[in-house]
């Protein structure tokens, strides 16, 4: 049997290690190298890993996210995915030294998690068409928290470098406006904002349809579940960004610290919840009597 995971994942591993080494000779001599191949390195990596994905999910005839691995995966295109905004928007390399980096652990530590499953109940929940609509606004919603932070990076990195030592050293390109890029921050939470809220409501909605079934677990495992409680806290925190920024002046480098901050809280409640040993729906941990009972 042809390993295609191993042979995508070493493929985007060699296109994410050639476009953070044209940022860093980009970084270094910028008359030498040409950005645009940072942009295209990425675009390779990115498709490359989101195939390895679809094609996961033909053969399993499921949403891919059956295993850390998966979710490993999945963390590792929002990095790539910054990446190319950020190339987008501010014509800089300087991100790909920071984020491409955090992609290849991530891809890297897939391929030692690769059985790591919760339980064939769990793995066949996964198959319900709503609940991989659930996990799949929470990606995409995790995708623009974290390109959101992306361009806090560059709003702060660019303030400083203006302030201190002048745009020539840091930007190849036109410098684009302080305030598009503020902007954008905003926008790109907002969206993480919207998409988790209906990500929310339906997880809301999907937990209540299948409550007959949980037996003696019964609302318990919602109440003690890591991954519930931690990610109505980071949305209840975003939403607070997005809907008082203007009015309380959360604007420029303030906005960039408090995005900045909540990306944090992102990554951990995602860590805590998924090594959640017990008592909990969404622990990669989860204890064998759990897994049996989670809604098929």
């Not at 991989?132 to 995790?142: K, S």
């Not at 921050?185 to 209540?208: D, E, K, N, R, Y």
């Not at 809280?265 to 860590?271: P, V």
């Not at 941990?285 to 989670?294: G, K």
């Amino acid at each position: 049997m042809i390993p295609l995971h191993e042979l995508s994942i070493a493929g985007s591993l060699a296109a994410l290690a050639v476009g953070w080494e044209v940022a860093r000779r980009h970084a270094i001599s910028p008359q030498k190298t040409s950005a645009s191949l940072v942009g295209w390195a990425s675009v390779i990596a990115l498709v490359v890993t989101l195939g390895d994905l679809v094609v996961e999910a033909i053969a399993r005839r499921a949403f891919p996210l059956e295993t850390l691995a998966d979710a490993l995966l999945w963390f590792s295109l929002t990095p790539i995915a910054a990446v190319l905004a950020v190339r987008l928007v501010a014509k800089n390399v300087w991100p790909a030294l920071l984020l491409l980096p955090l992609a290849m652990v991530a891809q890297l530590a897939s391929l030692f998690f690769r059985e790591w499953f919760v339980g064939d109940a769990s793995r066949q929940a996964l198959g319900d068409v709503l609940l991989a609509l659930h996990v799949g606004l929470f990606l995409v919603g995790y995708g623009a928290f974290i390109v959101s932070g992306a361009l806090a990076v560059v709003y702060l990195g660019l303030d400083r470098r203006l302030k201190r030592r002048g745009m020539a050293d840091l930007w190849s390109e036109e410098m684009p406006p302080l305030g598009k890029i503020d902007r954008l921050i905003s926008a790109t939470a907002g969206l993480g904002v919207i998409l988790w809220g209906l990500g929310l409501g339906l997880g809301m909605a999907l937990f209540s349809r299948e409550l007959p079934h949980l037996g003696k677990l019964g609302s318990g495992t919602f109440y003690t579940d890591l991954t519930v409680l931690t990610s109505f806290g980071v949305w209840i925190y975003f939403f607070t960004f997005t809907a008082l920024r203007g009015r309380v002046g959360w604007v420029g480098k303030r906005a960039s610290f408090i995005v900045l901050f909540g990306v944090a809280l992102i990554l951990a409640s995602y860590a805590g919840g998924k090594l959640q040993s017990r008592g909990g729906l969404h622990g990669f941990s989860a204890a064998p009597a759990m897994a049996e009972e989670v809604p098929r």
